[in-house]
Structure formats: C-alpha cells, structure tokens
C-alpha cells in the first residue's frame, strides 16, 4: 500500500491551485500522478482544510476518526456471524452504536482482512470438457416433458443428437394416456421370480392377508416380527 502525501505537500498543491496552477501542471511540477492531484483537490474542496489530514488503518487498527469500540464491535460481530458481509455487519453497528461514526464498507472488509476473518475463496470450478470434434465422438440425450402440440395434445420425448455436428440422431414420442377407473384389459401376471405364492383366498372372499404388527394395540416393546413358520395360510379372521 504506498505511502500518505505528507500535510504539507497536501497543503501546497491546494495553496498552487488557488494560485491559478491548473491541476496537471502541478502533477508534472511534483512528479505526482493527475488522480492523486486531483483527489487531494477534492478532499480540500469537499472538506476544507480538515479534509487534508489522511485518512488512515494502520495495521488493520481504526483510524483516529472512529472510536475504538467501533472496532472491537466490528471484529466480534464477524466472528460470531461468518456468513455476514461487511455490509450487514455496518447495519448491525449502526443499531448497536447509533452514537458512533461508523466506518465504510470497503474499511470493514480491510479491517476483516488484517483480523484473518475473511472466508476462503470457492474452489474454482472444473472446467468443461472440450466440445467433440468427430461425428459420433460424443452423443446429447434430451428429455423434454409434456410439450403442447398445434392440436392441443400434450407429448413428451427423448432426443438423441450428435454433438460434434449438431444432427439429430433419433427421437422418442411418449403420447400421455388418459387415467381412468376400470378393470385392466388383460389379466394379472405371475408372482415375481423367488416369491412364494399363497394363492386365491377361499371363498367367501371376506379376509385379508395378514400384515406386519397388530393394528388392535400400540407397540409396548420391540420384537421379532412373523406370525408362524413354513407355508401355512396367511389369512387374518374377519373383523367382528
């Protein structure tokens, strides 16, 4: 960070300016840049003579402008809230502490800085894999849902393209069906693979299978779960 104009060099590129030296030439004259001019101008104009005392963190510690417990306030916030930004953080001081000045945003974030209270930066993002170059290299699945046709129907699809050149390789349709009550136009399929069948109930058919757990009483304690071993029927007797 280079270092603060001394006072008094401050004082006399404002005492050439009211001379009638225009602001460039007093630069070149001093060997200073046309911004650093022109921003000790500004502070005299905006602030009088005041405003050419440096404004100052040294260290990381406030400047003689702000109050000590403005700091300590500032740091102690920022370590109990990680996730607040600086400019949260002035809000909260500036209800803590309405009677003090407080700092710039720009201040805190120093101040945050100095302390070793600023968050990591994000690992950078893996970048992207380069684009094929060959037809059929690398292959784009689409899905797309419920798209409106021109006559009103409502379609889905899966689309496959070639990344390379950009040609649609195929495409998909799955028309929707309208869901309604009634009996299923073919008839029941067979017990999966490695599950016992247990067969049609006799009739009449007034009972059901028998569930995991009793549904007369909550469970006082825990336990094995099953009825009885081997093949018998699983049927629980009709409710009363």
Do not use: K, N
Request: net charge positive; aromatic share 6%.
């Amino acid at each position: 960070m280079p270092r603060a104009l001394p006072v008094d060099l401050r004082q006399t590129i404002v005492e050439r300016h009211l001379a009638g030296v225009p602001l460039a030439a007093i630069a070149t004259e001093f060997a200073l840049s046309a911004w650093t001019v022109r921003a000790v101008w500004r502070r005299y104009r905006d602030r009088g003579v005041a405003g050419l005392a440096p404004d100052y963190a040294a260290c990381g510690r406030p400047g003689p402008r702000l109050a000590e417990p403005v700091y300590t306030a500032a740091l102690a916030l920022r370590r109990a809230h990680p996730g607040w930004g600086a400019g949260l953080i002035r809000t909260e001081l500036a209800a803590r502490l309405p009677d003090q000045a407080l700092p710039h945003v720009a201040t805190l974030r120093r101040w945050f800085r100095a302390a070793g209270l600023t968050r990591p930066a994000p690992p950078p993002r893996s970048p992207d894999p380069p684009r094929s170059q060959q037809p059929h290299q690398r292959w784009q699945l689409d899905a797309t849902e419920q798209i409106a046709l021109a006559d009103g129907a409502r379609v889905s699809w899966v689309a496959a393209s070639d990344e390379a050149t950009g040609a649609m390789l195929g495409a998909v349709v799955f028309p929707l069906r309208a869901v309604g009550a009634g009996r299923s136009p073919g008839g029941p399929d067979g017990v999966a693979r490695l599950v016992c069948p247990l067969g049609a109930a006799r009739p009449p058919a007034r009972r059901q299978w028998h569930a995991l757990g009793r549904l007369e009483r909550c469970a006082a304690r825990s336990g094995v779960v099953g009825a009885r071993l081997g093949r018998g029927h699983g049927l629980e007797p009709p409710p009363a």
